[in-house]
T-cell receptor, first 114, second 116 residues
């Protein structure tokens, strides 16, 4: 079945450590996105990418980095510069970056500080 | 100013009854898209329904319909014949076309509980 796979489901980070969240899609979608969700709140955009080797910052990009070397993959690194990384992270993709296309989401990764 | 406002943090509905979840939005664009997503306690975001700003008819998808009132800038989700499995968080989201605003902007959500 086509879909978006995020791994791991749960992740723990030590102080000063970088961690990478994986996002893979087999939907042949051009655009991919990373969102952060804090408890009781909506989603906020971290980064997005419309094509391979290109990506743009979202509203809360500080302390995060991404790469888009393959169409199927859009990993997110939470760096040690992100002082409050505990949150639920969701990856999404869409066919093309147009207003009428829904974004399809993975199951998310819950990141916590040790 | 918030672009998407969901004023109902929590809602209760009896099983088999209909429920309306409110959403108002703010944009100066003429072309935009409105989306509703469902997020069960497991966390995944499930796309429910889409309404384009130029669509003249209200969108419907099975038991979901969108009451789109463009002049009032509202896009309320109506769930008919509620089921226990409808208990979840529901998010309204908007996507604008202009400028660099290509992301979905989400509201804060409404927690719906369906009572047996």
């Amino acid at each position: 079945d086509g879909g978006i796979t995020q791994s791991p489901k749960y992740l723990f980070r030590k102080e000063g450590q970088n961690v990478t969240l994986s996002c893979e899609q087999n939907l042949n979608h051009d655009a991919m996105y990373w969102y952060r969700q804090d408890p009781g709140q909506g989603l906020r955009l971290i980064y997005y990418s419309q094509i391979v080797n290109d990506f743009q910052k979202g509203d809360i990009a500080e302390g995060y980095s991404v790469s888009r070397e393959k169409k199927e993959s859009f990993p997110l690194t939470v760096t040690s510069a992100q002082k409050n990384p505990t949150a639920f992270y969701l990856c999404a993709s869409s066919i093309v970056d147009r207003s009428n296309q829904p974004q399809h989401f993975g199951d998310g990764t819950r990141l916590s500080i040790l | 100013a918030q672009k998407i406002t969901q004023t109902q943090p929590g809602m209760f509905v009896q099983e088999k009854e209909a429920v309306t979840l409110d959403c108002t939005y703010d944009t100066s664009d003429q072309s935009y898209g409105l989306f509703w997503y469902k997020q069960p306690s497991s966390g995944e975001m499930i796309f429910l329904i889409y309404q384009g700003s130029y669509d003249e008819q209200n969108a419907t998808e099975g038991r979901y319909s969108l009451n789109f009132q463009k002049a009032r800038k509202s896009a309320n989700l109506v769930i008919s014949a509620s089921q226990l499995g409808d208990s979840a968080m529901y998010f309204c989201a908007m996507r604008e076309v202009s400028g660099s605003a290509r992301q979905l902007t989400f509201g804060s959500g409404t927690q719906l509980t369906v009572l047996p």
